[in-house]
């Protein structure tokens, strides 16, 4: 397991990969490569994401323990895609966020994206669904605790994810349509995925609800007897 051990190193990562090396590869990918090179931007994009939880974690004993539990998580979203209308990835990426680290879950979101499109279809769009969902777990790490003291504050972080995955698809859409930004195709694109934004937002809301308590009864216990 990869091991960071410089602290401003550490911080630098945790910045520029989610937030500026990942986002500018995927936007370039969608306007400067062939589509057949997509799975390129995708690999990138999951060695970047295990890049940065490399840097969540000091100790590599640490790491590797939480890297099982990434595993079952992701391999649990990776199964979560196979129920038609509602799908649990976001949630369960926030679940692990908010018990593993805001690195973990933006792993999580990014694996789950990349390895059940092996199933679903790679294309372009990998990309932007990789960052969405890992990003969706990297914030909910970041606002854990407000989210885990409100059990409704965390119901409104799942509404606001399930909009705001939709909102960055539909850039994704734009640039594939148009070969380029245009905010009059995008308002429009809004618009027409409203039945698959609400959807996201209900999504997000019905498996948090369900799934956030026993989830992280189950992950606080495996925190607590491994030290993670």
Partial sequence: MLLIRNKNLRNTVRFTVPFVIIPALTILGALVFDGKKHIIISLAVALLALLLFAAGFEKKSTGT?????VAVMTALCFAGRFIPFLK??????????LYLGGE???LV?????????????????TAFQMLAWGLIGLFAGMLSKPLLKSRVLLLVYGAAAGL??????????????????????YAAALVSAIPYT???AVSNVLFLFLLAKPFGEKLSRIKTKYGV
Avoid: H
């Fill in 198 to 200: 609400v959807s996201y």
């Fill in 164 to 185: 705001g995955y939709s909102f960055f698809m539909d850039i994704w859409t734009v640039l594939w349509y148009n070969e380029g930004f245009s905010v009059k195709l």
């Fill in 88 to 97: 649990p990835v976001a949630a369960l990426t926030i679940i692990t966020a």
């Fill in 109 to 125: 979101g990014a694996l789950s994206a990349v390895l059940s499109n092996f199933y679903f279809g790679q294309g372009p769009w």
């Fill in 104 to 106: 973990a879950g933006f």
């Fill in 65 to 69: 323990r939480r890297m099982v539990i």
